[in-house]
């Protein structure tokens, strides 16, 4: 393929694992929550019902848990009191009364704390499950435009990253949030209920802990920014080095390697330390305040003690409660960053959502069951960029049935005006036409069907050789799967192999050879038997004696049909019906092979040089 032909588009940031910047805050967070309620969370508004009551309902009955002891606690100092002064003894029944209601409180906090933890959980799976079915189909709809401007990772950063992110923080924080709001409220009203004046005193380290906190947050948030910039660099480094491995090796730039990714990874631990530091920080400053509270607490509690305004009990009751008082709001601020990424992540799904899909122009497309191959170009202009226009005046008259050679330097534009031909991009001016109908009239799943492509850069899936052969035509029977095989001269190759047809090809088809992929992708056209045929430098991996085999297998293939052929070697086009010469986006010369090299023109300049390197 021609991947010289498109304009360099610039690499975007990527976060841990490829993760894309979700450290940021979310350029549209209403709008991104909005549409998640629309579109997803409002199916689940029952259960989402359900977690809230149920996460409040825990929650209070763990708040009140510490009230009873201190009424446990009171009750020994009175009996313990009263058995000094001879009045009588510890109420050992009403202590056992007060722990079996305390862990009945416990028992049923917890079980509606699972309850609310499995439907929480139910619901987040649900979601992403969703997510990623929704982004799955959205993959096959969008147009190929899309996928020039945007690297691989890019990506698939989407499905994978951003999605368990979204699901595993939307689980956590919902809950977290729920809970430490009521628990926050749920302390505030029992330190009221046991004394005033205490509560006042405990919130007085309040704004103390919410300055620190908000100070913390600012400050770490663009340590935590520059962390993820730099792991996706890192993480990029990594699987550029894992995928050039034979390259850095034979050009013995493992030193270079090593060194460049030293380089970032140090970026990476200056900030990851300033990030991890910051973040840390947190909890034993919140900590120190907490433990200054206790003390004023302490102090103010014997003192009211004395004058017999608390009892001893509540006093524990009380600490324990100012203990508990500054967590949740460390907890709100954790949350709080965990709800920013979560929505970050989610607004780069919704995104790539909406982003606009292949459009069919005509609502009544023709019917292409009983088109021919009669094809013109008429002033094809194209750019992948407008602003860049690659195809400048293009021109041509197909018959049906010829085969059509395109041949021109690297750059010229030879794969791109078959990829006009399929649709995969509409053209900036001019007119392509199949029958005399503008191919815009078609419908795109329709036209492509008439098509069968081979290309330089061979595509096989994980699955066994069957399948793969199968791909184009699912319905095909074993036996033509094994005369397809044959016309592509791969049969006596694949029953050499271990389980034959039904061997599995891995994951990137590294147990067969690149030439072999070749023949495997040709077999694959062979039996989708289309109409017209576009065979984009579909023997540049195979050796010379198998070349011929498969040159004599694709004439047979290609009469009667029209067919396309891009070529870099001239010795395998000597007998297509018309050869268009390309350079610049234009048609320069065509005719055939014997023609072009009697008017010793560019097409007689390629075939020279080209004769010359082979001789050399």
């Given at each position: 393929m021609e991947n010289k032909e498109k304009n360099s588009i610039p690499k975007m940031k990527r976060g841990p694992g490829g993760r894309n910047r979700t450290a940021e805050k979310a350029k549209d967070a209403k709008g991104t929550i909005k549409k998640l309620f629309s579109v997803y969370l409002s199916k689940y508004k029952i259960p989402l019902v359900i977690v809230f009551i149920f996460s409040i309902a825990s929650t209070v009955f763990t708040i009140v848990g510490p009230k009873i002891m201190g009424n446990a606690t009171t009750e020994i100092y009175n009996g313990i009191v009263a058995k000094i002064s001879g009045?009588?003894?510890?109420?050992?029944?009403?202590?056992?009364?007060?722990?079996?209601?305390?862990?009945?409180?416990?028992?049923?906090?917890?079980?509606?704390?699972?309850?609310?933890?499995?439907?929480m959980t139910q619901v987040a799976q649900k979601m992403t499950y969703k997510m990623r079915d929704d982004i799955s189909k959205k993959f096959h709809k969008l147009p190929m435009n899309f996928y020039d401007k945007r690297t691989k990772g890019e990506v698939l950063s989407i499905v994978?990253?951003?999605?368990?992110?979204?699901?595993?923080?939307?689980?956590?924080?919902?809950?977290?949030?729920?809970?430490?709001?009521?628990?926050?409220?749920?302390?505030?009203?029992?330190?009221?209920?046991?004394?005033?004046?205490?509560?006042?005193?405990?919130?007085?380290?309040?704004?103390?802990?919410?300055?620190?906190?908000?100070?913390?947050?600012?400050?770490?948030?663009?340590?935590?920014?520059?962390?993820?910039?730099?792991?996706?660099k890192v993480n990029g480094k990594v699987e550029e080095n894992y995928s050039g491995q034979q390259i850095i090796k034979a050009f013995n730039r493992e030193e270079r390697a090593i060194e460049e990714f030293k380089k970032q990874n140090d970026e990476l631990y200056r900030v990851g330390w300033k990030s991890q530091f910051m973040g840390g920080f947190m909890y034993p400053a919140m900590n120190f305040i907490s433990n200054l509270g206790y003390v004023a607490v302490a102090?103010?509690?014997?003192?009211?003690?004395?004058?017999?305004?608390?009892?001893?009990?509540?006093?524990?009751?009380?600490?324990?409660?100012?203990?508990?008082?500054?967590?949740?709001?460390?907890?709100?601020?954790?949350?709080?960053?965990?709800?920013?990424?979560?929505?970050?992540?989610?607004?780069?799904?919704?995104?790539?959502?909406?982003?606009?899909?292949?459009?069919?122009?005509?609502?009544?497309?023709?019917?292409?069951?009983?088109?021919?191959?009669?094809?013109?170009?008429?002033?094809?202009?194209?750019?992948?960029?407008?602003?860049?226009?690659?195809?400048?005046?293009?021109?041509?008259?197909?018959?049906?049935?010829?085969?059509?050679?395109?041949?021109?330097?690297?750059?010229?534009?030879?794969?791109?005006?078959?990829?006009?031909?399929?649709?995969?991009?509409?053209?900036?001016?001019?007119?392509?036409?199949?029958?005399?109908?503008?191919?815009k009239d078609f419908k795109k799943g329709d036209l492509r069907q008439h098509f069968g492509m081979v290309l330089q850069d061979t595509w096989l899936f994980n699955g066994t050789i069957r399948d793969n052969i199968k791909y184009s035509r699912p319905e095909a029977t074993d036996d033509e799967v094994i005369n397809a095989a044959k016309a592509a001269h791969v049969h006596h190759f694949i029953k050499t192999l271990p389980n034959s047809y039904d061997m599995i090809l891995d994951e990137q088809t590294s147990n067969i050879s690149a030439g072999q992929k070749q023949l495997l992708t040709i077999a694959r056209v062979i039996l989708a038997n289309p109409e017209v045929l576009i065979l984009d430098e579909a023997t540049s991996s195979i050796d010379t004696r198998t070349e011929i085999q498969i040159q004599s297998a694709m004439d047979n293939l290609m009469k009667g049909r029209t067919s396309f052929i891009i070529a870099h070697r001239l010795s395998t086009i000597k007998n297509a019906d018309k050869i268009l010469v390309i350079n610049d986006g234009d048609i320069v010369e065509q005719g055939k092979h014997n023609e072009l090299l009697k008017k010793n023109g560019f097409y007689a300049t390629l075939y020279n040089s080209q004769f010359d390197e082979e001789e050399a």
């Open positions: 009045t009588g003894g510890i109420n050992f029944d009403a202590i056992a009364k007060i722990l079996l209601i305390l862990v009945g409180l416990y028992l049923i906090s917890a079980v509606f704390s699972l309850i609310q933890s499995l439907v994978t990253n951003d999605i368990d992110t979204f699901g595993q923080y939307f689980n956590q924080s919902i809950t977290e949030i729920i809970r430490a709001v009521c628990t926050v409220v749920g302390i505030l009203i029992m330190m009221l209920s046991i004394n005033i004046e205490i509560t006042l005193i405990s919130l007085l380290i309040l704004p103390v802990s919410i300055v620190l906190v908000k100070t913390i947050v600012n400050k770490s948030q663009k340590y935590f920014k520059a962390q993820q910039e730099y792991l996706g102090i103010a509690g014997g003192y009211f003690t004395i004058k017999g305004k608390i009892q001893v009990g509540d006093i524990q009751s009380f600490i324990t409660y100012n203990k508990q008082f500054t967590q949740p709001l460390g907890q709100i601020a954790q949350v709080m960053v965990q709800i920013q990424t979560m929505i970050a992540a989610a607004e780069r799904v919704i995104e790539f959502l909406d982003q606009d899909e292949e459009k069919e122009v005509k609502k009544n497309p023709i019917d292409v069951s009983k088109l021919s191959g009669n094809i013109k170009f008429e002033h094809v202009k194209f750019g992948y960029d407008k602003d860049k226009v690659i195809i400048k005046d293009f021109s041509a008259d197909v018959k049906d049935g010829q085969k059509i050679a395109i041949v021109g330097p690297t750059g010229a534009g030879k794969t791109t005006i078959v990829k006009l031909l399929m649709r995969f991009y509409d053209l900036n001016d001019g007119k392509i036409s199949i029958d005399g109908y503008d191919i």
